[in-house]
Nanobody, 123 residues
Framework: QIHVVESGGGSVQAGGSLRLSCATSGLNFINFRMGWLRQSTSKEREFVATITWDGVKTSYAESVKGRFTISRDNARKMVYLQMDSLKPEDTAVYYC????????????????YGQGTQVTVSS
């Protein structure tokens, strides 16, 4: 059974930083591309970032490009999202996601298993 636990969220002022962590178990982690998705109260769930199984290639939503960095530690089965220069529009619940099939920048190409972690950015 796959378990995913996201952590690291919180409340920060605009311009601040947070680092999200994702711990996984029950998953042959190294076989999977991983990603981060987010959902705010006013929007549908959206793609944020993705990373290949070996950590070599990453892709980002245009809205976070240059501010967020995704990384992974295959030995620890962990995924991270470093978020800098945060904006109020980044406020959302962030979910760690396992890529299943399809376009890697599309939300429906991922499964999520955790409760997410809340990020709140105030102006």
């Amino acid at each position: 059974q796959i378990h995913v636990v996201e952590s690291g969220g919180g409340s920060v002022q605009a311009g601040g930083s947070l680092r999200l962590s994702c711990a996984t178990s029950g998953l042959n982690f190294i076989n999977f591309r991983m990603g981060w998705l987010r959902q705010s109260t006013s929007k549908e769930r959206e793609f944020v970032a993705t990373i290949t199984w070996d950590g070599v290639k990453t892709s980002y939503a245009e809205s976070v490009k240059g501010r967020f960095t995704i990384s992974r530690d295959n030995a620890r089965k962990m995924v991270y999202l470093q978020m800098d220069s945060l904006k109020p529009e980044d406020t959302a619940v962030y979910y760690c996601a396992v890529h299943t099939v399809g376009d890697a920048v599309v939300v429906d190409s991922y499964d999520t298993y955790g409760q997410g972690t809340q990020v709140t950015v105030s102006s």
